[in-house]
């Protein structure tokens, strides 16, 4: 079914923008001698213009009069409906709420239209100040709102700099639509610097990394790129795409050749699921199973898969590894348990892993000539069954499909759309004498997780007075405010020895957001504005976790929330370090036999963040947040957060700049 | 009980904490501290020893002495074996007096965020 566009008759002359450009040039010249013609507003060139009037004694009629002394009306420059105005039209069909972007001028006529004929709504645009932070907003976004947002950028240079949060968005699996602006014509582009920022492919540059990509060439071209683009993100597994936006193209008119310009409907995709035959054998050596255990990292998409899982894991009475690439299963439920926990399986069931080959194996970055040891963390007749959509999308020059796992199962499949079958055919395998012991592993599962749970409380304990504070009373004293309200912890950067997803008793699919997906520093501040927005419209309290290193990749992005009004606690881990690396530079001293040279830091030259020690409550104070620090003894913190949550309360982001232990 | 910069067959046979008389002297906890910044150990136990999600809970109640030792000089899981060269025995002695002057924390019942 398509759908006609009402604004593409034109009564005005058609213009070539490239003969536009050079009429500009004419017409510069021929204002300089001639008086304006006030009846032309619907001419837009010098060969358009009236006759010149021939000479009078007379004197001037008032309309004449009002048209030599009178402010000239200014003249379109562009005649006929904008290109640009058609590609809002599309966009517009397809729901997209913000557009967060970093403004440029290959993508002026797209930004003018967007603004000015599409109102500024459907998508609102959001400033940016870094083309990292817009898609790094757009990725948290998604993972609250469950709809995707689109980003302009300079095809060029902003693009390099979008391109690590489009390879986190890659990995985590999240649609983000990316247009980069770019002009192809070489003959008519402006010199210098926007042909410095042009380019033959634009896209070649996130190619491995984007699900699909596209240059469309014409506007009929454009409407059904930016559908498909559309469609090809939004089907599971997700991820990011490319459209190269010709400048020309957006900057001309509406041809008049005849051909009626028209949207195609977008139908969204039903996932894949797993093959009948493969879910029956699942199911028969889950039912058969003396230790089965599922292992999850991205399988709940929604709030109905976490539901879905629930169901699984009773029916099994089996442990639920949760690998945390989202909220895949309630942390108050009893057969929620530790990674630990296949070591002693039988039956491993792996849902949507990013690693399944480090699920079932360890990796010792140690050893005699520095190339680790391997482990097997399983025994050796343990089946292995895997449901994985990303099988579906594998490349070949980036290595996040890891290091290859043999399982016996193995379904290139979305595991959420699989769930249904699986249950169903779970039930059926499973037979009646299986069931009495089933319900036993089940008692033995509850028992110890609550003897883990006093373990991990005790283990929380320790260091509790500290200063630096400890991240265990970070994170418990940033509960104990927020506890009451609808929260959403929407990312946790840094490490903070998962003590949020060892002690809060997070059961929804917003209340943990999972990471980056690539592991690229510079994810958290942008992703917990982005999710921040998506919890505003919906009325929920977001908070974040919010480490030192990743903050000043882009800091900008807290300018952006303070000016979008989207309120945020950013709790800050400020361990002053990069401690990621810290130990790995220790490590290869110690190989070595070497003494690290600390400089006049803590930790390896080159990996602290200290001397002078940055002030993070001033610089987010300097972009419009109301902030608090540096906060270093454990007794201030719990006041501090309280008044931090009475701020965002109201509206306003909040950050506490809190100094705290390494992890 | 307090360490003695006796710490080890290794350290023995190198006479080191020995004193001129034969005996041994205590190591001092408070040097511990500082070489266990200075030697990278905060990064994964944390400042008291506290430890975490890199790094195990080394305080209170430190493994005993010749085990942990052996340890730290011949660890071949995630932690980097420290070699003589780069933690001499003296501040191996001492950090292990640190660790075994930690106090003891309190129970967790009697922290109420830890009930919530």
């Known amino acids: 079914m398509t759908r006609k566009v009402p604004a593409q008759k034109d009564p005005r002359p058609e213009v070539s923008r490239r003969k536009f450009l050079a009429g500009v040039a004419v017409a510069g010249v021929a204002t300089a001698v001639t008086p304006p013609v006030a009846n032309a507003a619907t001419q837009a060139t010098s060969t358009n213009a009236s006759p010149a009037r021939l000479p009078s004694a007379l004197p001037p009629t008032m309309q004449v009069a009002a048209a030599e002394t009178a402010t000239p009306k200014e003249l379109p420059r562009i005649g006929g409906v904008p290109g640009s105005d058609f590609m809002v039209d599309v966009i517009k069909t397809l729901d997209i709420k913000y557009l967060p972007s970093n403004c440029a001028s290959s993508f002026r006529a797209i930004h003018e239209s967007l603004i000015n004929y599409g109102g500024n709504k459907m998508p609102e645009f959001l400033t940016c100040t870094h083309e990292e932070s817009a898609v790094g907003l757009a990725h948290g976004y998604f993972k609250v709102a469950g709809k995707p947002l689109m980003t302009l950028c300079h095809g060029t240079v902003g693009l390099q700099h979008a391109t690590m949060a489009i390879y986190n968005a890659w990995c985590d699996r999240v649609p983000v639509i990316v247009v980069g602006g770019n002009d192809l014509d070489a003959a008519h582009r402006p010199p210098g610097v926007p042909t410095f920022h042009s380019a033959q492919d634009i896209n070649a540059i996130v190619r491995d990394y984007t699900k699909w990509d596209d240059t469309p060439v014409g506007l009929q071209h454009y409407a059904q790129s930016f559908v498909r683009a559309y469609k090809i993100a939004m089907t599971p597994p997700y991820g990011p795409v490319a459209i190269s936006l010709d ?181 059926s395998a499973i037979s009646n004498d299986r069931k009495a012991a089933i319900a036993k592993r089940g008692e033995a599962i509850k028992k110890a997780y609550a003897e883990g749970k006093e373990r991990t409380r005790q283990t929380a304990a320790l ?123 220790q490590r290869l001293s110690n190989f070595r036999s070497r003494v690290a040279n600390l400089g006049n830091d803590m930790g390896p030259v080159g990996t602290s963040i200290e001397n002078p020690d940055i002030e993070y409550h001033k610089l987010a104070e300097s972009m419009g947040w109301w902030a608090k620090g540096p906060i270093k003894d454990p007794a201030e913190l719990g006041p501090a957060i309280k008044q931090a949550v009475a701020v965002v309360k109201s509206g306003q982001p909040a950050l506490l700049n809190v100094w705290t232990q390494p992890r | 009980m307090g360490f003695v910069r006796a710490f080890g067959p290794a350290a023995l046979a190198a006479g080191l904490g020995l004193l001129p008389g034969g005996g041994a002297f205590a190591a001092s906890a408070e040097k511990g501290k500082a070489a266990y910044v200075q030697h990278g150990c905060w990064q994964c136990h944390g400042f008291q020893g506290q430890g975490g999600v890199a790094g195990k809970a080394l305080a209170p109640d430190p493994i005993a002495a010749e085990a942990f030792s052996a340890f730290v000089r011949g660890s071949n899981g995630p932690m980097p074996p420290y070699p003589e060269k780069i933690l001499s025995n003296d501040d191996l002695a001492d950090i292990y007096a640190y660790l075994q002057s930690i106090p003891k924390p309190a129970d967790h019942k009697s922290i109420p965020l830890l009930n919530q």
């Open chain 1, 247 to 427: 400048a020309g193209l957006q900057q001309e008119p509406i041809q008049k050749n005849g051909e009626k310009l028209y949207i195609p409907r977008y139908v969204a995709s039903s996932p894949p699921q797993g093959d009948t035959g493969a879910v029956k054998e699942a199911a028969r050596l889950l039912a058969n199973a003396e230790r089965p255990v599922i292992v999850v990292d991205r399988a709940a998409r929604t709030a109905n898969g976490i539901t879905l899982l629930v169901q699984l894991a009773e029916l099994l009475q089996a442990p639920v590894v949760d690998m945390g690439g989202r909220m895949n299963f309630p942390k108050t439920h009893y057969l929620s348990r530790p990674p630990t926990v296949v070591n002693n399986a039988d039956v491993v069931i792996g849902m949507e892993l990013s690693d399944f080959w480090g699920v079932v194996n360890a990796y010792i970055d140690n050893g005699e000539h520095g190339i680790g040891i391997n482990q097997s963390k399983i025994k050796p007749d343990t089946k292995l069954i895997s449901i994985n959509s990303s099988e579906l999308i594998t490349k070949a020059n980036y290595q996040d499909f890891q290091r290859f796992q043999s399982v016996d199962v193995s379904m290139p499949a979305d595991a959420e759309a699989t769930l249904p079958a699986l249950i169903e055919a779970l039930k």
């Open chain 1, 463 to 585: 260091a509790w007075d500290a200063s630096p504070i400890s991240t265990a009373r970070l994170v418990m004293e940033t509960y104990a405010q927020i506890k009451d309200l609808d929260w959403s912890l929407v990312a946790s950067s840094g490490n903070v020895s998962n003590w949020h997803q060892r002690l809060w008793p997070m059961e929804k699919h917003y209340h943990w957001l999972g990471a980056s997906g690539g592991y690229g520093v510079g994810y958290g501040a942008p992703a917990s504005v982005g999710a921040a927005l998506a919890n505003r419209d919906l009325g929920r309290f977001s908070v974040s976790i919010q480490s030192d290193g990743d903050l000043m990749y882009a800091p900008g992005v807290l300018w952006t929330a303070a000016k979008h009004k989207i309120p945020l606690l950013a709790v800050m881990h400020n361990n002053r370090g990069y401690h990621q690396e810290v130990m790995h530079v």
